[in-house]
């Protein structure tokens, strides 16, 4: 083909290739990804995991917002996607991160010096991506006041927990328990592993008829209902949901022991309101609840169930856990769980945790890790969620409906790779002469 004369042939440009090299020099690690761009360009390794930006307004949320938070945006709004499985595209960008760390504690750390910003600024204009601030998704939190108020304390609640019922009813196994269940063996469904999980908290407590127990966190009473019903004992449940309290108390009415439950709307410093008295209870469960309470809070939390606690009376915690010692390490989880899912969390290494029951009064008598099994209740929940998709939309928004796919395949990898942990931990109010009434082995409430 012959050349016209004062007319330079040039290549399109391909936009994928130019932004995985910035992404790339920036982090200081490579990404095993293949990079879709908005106009169809693709660069990176054949055969990985394929990340799309399906719109070059997913460039404007991380150049507004550089780092997790900025990719969320972008992810939870449909401008950024991955193709396939999520946990697994998610799986394969930490591993490079990881083995990046091994090498060089820096690498995959933003370097955002001038020559990157302004590399950056130039790319983004020819690209078109430069303008004005996209508006957050309307699935974030926007808490106002003081950290651990009452009020704050139900409105970070009511974020996350008063969705909707009915989308949590999609989600979660038909007890409608919203925690680790226990998956003691091979192949056991959704149902059965937290079937499973409330077994043995009532086991762990040695739960009798007539006994009274105090429920903090209670969330939608699978624990509370399972306890009434199949151990004869009277529950007091406290949550800070609405959605929820209506939600066990109609079960508890329909199922004809509405005269052993009683949920109260209000906070954990306040059951004296809901005719609990100290001194009194036999047992007291808190279910994946604690992680709300706050840090210096918990010392608080853990001298309520003291004092409720008669001598002999046991407590049962279950709760998640973080190291805080890695590089980076947030005891919140992280911008996205912290401005979407769960604001002002405060995950607690477990030896601090255990210090601060220790130091109530309580006497530390079993501690089980459940940690490789949150992944196998996780990856329930999130079946549920990709079979009734269309269901989950519907009901509560494709922002939010992606907000969840996005949490539940992060959350499952951050207990997978040990950057998160859940124990229980079983303790007890000894009386003053040191009597616990506890048995003496473990396998009183192992033995299923």
């Known amino acids: 083909m012959a050349k016209v004369p004062g007319r330079r042939l040039t290549r399109p440009v391909n936009k994928a290739n130019q932004l995985l090299k910035l992404v790339e020099e920036t982090l200081n690690v490579k990404l095993p990804i293949r990079l879709r761009a908005w106009d169809g360009s693709e660069a990176g390794v054949d055969g ?96 106002s006041g003081e950290l651990h108020t009452r009020e704050r304390d139900r409105a970070a609640i009511s974020h996350h927990y008063d969705l909707s019922n009915d989308f949590y009813e999609l989600i979660l196994d038909p007890q409608m328990a919203y925690s680790s269940g226990f998956h003691h063996r091979e192949g056991m469904t959704l149902e059965e592993a937290q079937t499973a999980k409330l077994e043995l908290i009532c086991r762990k407590l040695g739960l009798k008829p007539g006994m009274r127990m105090l429920d903090i966190g209670s969330g939608w009473g699978s624990l509370t209902l399972h306890a009434a019903e199949h151990y004869g004992v009277h529950v007091t449940g406290v949550t800070l949901s609405s959605e929820q309290r209506d939600f066990v108390m109609k079960r508890a009415s329909e199922r004809g022991f509405g005269d052993r439950v009683d949920v109260s709307l209000r906070h954990f410093r306040d059951l004296g309101e809901a005719g609990v008295h100290e001194g009194q209870i036999d047992a007291v469960a808190s279910i994946e609840m604690g992680e709300h309470v706050g840090d210096k809070e918990y010392v608080v939390f853990c001298d309520a169930i003291y004092r409720y606690l008669r ?103 951050a207990f997978e790779e040990n950057r998160m942990g859940v124990d229980q931990i079983l303790a007890v109010k000894p009386s003053r002469t040191g009597v616990s009434d506890m048995p003496a082995t473990p396998l009183d409430w192992l033995a299923s």
Do not use: C
């Open 48 to 143: 990985a995991p394929v990340v799309v930006i399906n719109n070059k307004r997913a460039l404007r949320h991380i150049i507004w917002k550089p780092g997790e938070l900025g990719m969320a945006r972008a992810y939870v709004q449909g401008d950024l996607d991955i193709e396939g499985d999520l946990a697994d595209g998610l799986r394969v960008m930490w591993a490079s991160v990881r083995n990046a760390r091994e090498v060089d504690p820096d690498a995959a750390g933003p370097r955002l010096g001038y020559r990157q910003i302004a590399k950056g600024a130039l790319l983004a204009v020819r690209m078109g991506a430069i303008g004005r601030r996209p508006p957050a998704p309307a699935a974030e939190s926007q808490l």
């Open 311 to 413: 001598p002999g009376g046991r407590a049962l915690i279950q709760q998640m856990s973080r190291s805080n010692d890695a590089k980076g390490d947030q005891p919140g989880g992280g911008p996205f769980i912290e401005t979407y899912i769960a604001p002002d969390m405060h995950m607690k290494p477990l030896a601090k945790t255990l210090g601060l029951i220790a130091d109530a009064g309580l006497e530390i008598r079993d501690v089980q890790a459940m940690r490789e099994h949150y992944p196998q209740t996780v990856a329930g929940w999130a079946q549920n969620l990709e079979e009734n998709w269309q269901t989950a939309v519907a009901l509560v928004g494709e922002e939010n409906a992606r907000v969840w796919r996005l949490y539940l395949a992060g959350g499952a990898l």
